[in-house]
Each structure stands twice: as C-alpha cells, then as structure tokens.
T-cell receptor, first 113, second 113 residues
Framework: EPEVTQTPSHQVTQMGQEVILRCVPISNHLYFYWYRQILGQKVEFLVSFYNNEISEKSEIFDDQFSVERPDGSNFTLKIRSTKLEDSAMYFC???????????FGDGTRLSIL | QKEVEQNSGPLSVPEGAIASLNCTYS??????FFWYRQYSGKSPELIMS????GDKEDGRFTAQLNKASQYVSLLIRDSQPSDSATYLC?????????????FGTGTRLTIIP
C-alpha cells in the first residue's frame, strides 16, 4: 500500500541552526500538509500546499518556516533558525483531492538543544 | 476559535466489549470528519472517514455523525488489546479549497484483557 515517507526519523540540532525535514507524499496525491505535535499535546496544522503554492498557513508558520516542492516527488519543510520551542514531532501528510482523507508519514522527531 | 473537543480519558473497556468514543465540534461549516488512531510515539493512522449524517461501518468500527448536534462518534466492537491507543477526532472546514485538519486532544483507550 502506498505510504508517505519522511526523513530523517530523528533530527537533533543546536538552537539557531537551520533544519530541513523531508517528505515524499503518495505519488498520485495533489495536496500536501505539514503538522506538528509537541509532546503530550494535540496535533497542530502548520501549512497546506497545492499546485506548487501555499494554500493556507497557521499562526505557528511564521517567517522562520518555509516549504518547497523542489521536484516531482519531494516536499520539504525548512526551519531557518530553530528555537527550543520548535522541538516536536513533525508530520507530513498528503491527500488525493478535496475532502479526501489525509494520510500521514511516520514523522520526524526534532530535538533542539 | 474552531474547536474539536474530546474526553481525554483514559477510557478502560474489557476485551470483547464495545468501546464508545465521542467528539464534538464547534464550526457548523465542518464538512469532513475523520477518526485516527495514534499509538504512543507513532503517527496518526486513519481509521474512518464520514461525510454525511448517519452511520458508516467498516469491520469492527462504526462512525456516527450528527451534524445538527455537531457530534461524531466511533464505536469499536469486540475490542481487542491491540485497540489500546489514543483516538483522535479530526475535522475539516473546506474554505476556498483549503482543507486543514483540526484535531481534538484525543481519547486514550485501554482494553483490559
């Protein structure tokens, strides 16, 4: 069964450094998303991406964050200057179309020291 | 603020019994409703989707939606120890094609052998 893949599974970074989290969505899916989950808290929406542009972003997704689809398969989340509070699980998700279920990758655990 | 509310639990159910999980949502414009299962340290896994009022059954799972009451539920029949997990209710409001998921905090379910 097709799945969303994310790399790396765990990223440890010093505060202030840049990180890039990578995702390969399911191949025939058109909508892509990033979510995060701080330990013990609920899953929070960060950004949605469709037709090579951001369609919506949350208040969390400030100027430190950016997303890119550099080729036909990868979808990346960049955090330019990490803060301690960026420590969380980051999930990539994709869906086939409007109102279709979103399928999640296994996530990247980001630890900021 | 658009909210999705769930009882955080823990909900303990004997093996073989029916587990009943409930969720309410605040935005009457909500159009799509999903139940995800999340094991500790893992990503959300789609269990059920429901879009119209009534019941939808898939194996041991039944999702129920009542848009007038802004209420969605999940029933798990013949509960198994492997069903022990946190169950996340998620809702989308389609707004100009944007379809972010808004999650509840989840209900922790424990199946007692």
């Amino acid at each position: 069964e097709p799945e969303v893949t994310q790399t790396p599974s765990h990223q440890v970074t010093q505060m202030g450094q840049e990180v890039i989290l990578r995702c390969v969505p399911i191949s025939n899916h058109l909508y892509f998303y990033w979510y995060r989950q701080i330990l013990g808290q609920k899953v929070e929406f960060l950004v949605s991406f469709y037709n090579n542009e951001i369609s919506e972003k949350s208040e969390i997704f400030d100027d430190q964050f950016s997303v890119e689809r550099p080729d036909g398969s990868n979808f990346t989340l960049k955090i330019r200057s990490t803060k301690l509070e960026d420590s969380a699980m980051y999930f990539c998700a994709s869906s086939e179309g409007r109102n279709q279920p979103q399928h999640f990758g296994d996530g990247t655990r980001l630890s900021i020291l | 603020q658009k909210e999705v509310e769930q009882n955080s639990g823990p909900l303990s159910v004997p093996e073989g019994a029916i587990a009943s999980l409930n969720c309410t949502y605040s935005d009457r414009g909500s159009q799509s409703f999903f139940w995800y299962r999340q094991y500790s340290g893992k990503s959300p896994e789609l269990i059920m989707s429901i879009y119209s009022n009534g019941d939808k059954e898939d194996g041991r799972f039944t999702a129920q939606l009542n848009k007038a009451s802004q209420y969605v539920s999940l029933l798990i029949r013949d509960s198994q120890p492997s069903d022990s997990a946190t169950y996340l209710c998620a809702v989308t409001v389609t707004n100009f094609g944007n379809e972010k998921l808004t999650f509840g905090t989840g209900t922790r379910l424990t199946i007692i052998p």
